[in-house]
């Protein structure tokens, strides 16, 4: 059954940086393209951030492209979220979810992304 876990979330000032992980099991992260999402209190779930399983293609929210970086490490079944230059804009709860097996292309969508983690909690203050 495949599982979602994220972890790196925490307290950080203004313009510090986290590192998000999206740690898989049950199944091989190499055929699953997956995406960051967050929420924050009263707001909607937003993408934030794609990788294609392949790993060629990506997608950043307008508002972190160029402060956050998504990786990912199919050996250790593993999506980074590097996430530098934090705004206190950027705090809420962070998910990562995966499409379908074998889906190619990214989404900011919610709907193409089946499976969901638990989320962590980032928060952004001095």
């Known amino acids: 059954q495949l599982q979602l876990v994220e972890s790196g979330g925490g307290l950080v000032q203004p313009g510090g940086s986290l590192r998000l992980s999206c740690t898989a099991s049950g199944i091989t992260l190499d055929y699953y393209t997956i995406g960051w999402f967050r929420q924050a209190p009263g707001k909607e779930r937003e993408g934030v951030s794609c990788?294609?399983?392949?790993?060629?293609?990506?997608y950043y929210r307008g508002s972190v492209e160029g402060r956050f970086t998504i990786s990912r490490d199919n050996a250790k079944n593993t999506v980074y979220l590097q996430m530098n230059s934090l705004e206190p804009e950027d705090a809420a709860v962070y998910y990562c979810?995966?499409?379908?097996?074998?889906?190619?292309?990214?989404?900011?969508?919610?709907?193409?992304?089946?499976?969901w983690g638990q989320g962590t909690q980032v928060t952004v203050s001095s």
């Open positions: 979810a995966a499409q379908n097996k074998y889906a190619t292309a990214c989404s900011a969508y919610r709907n193409p992304y089946p499976y």
């Open positions: 990788i294609s399983r392949t790993g060629v293609s990506s």
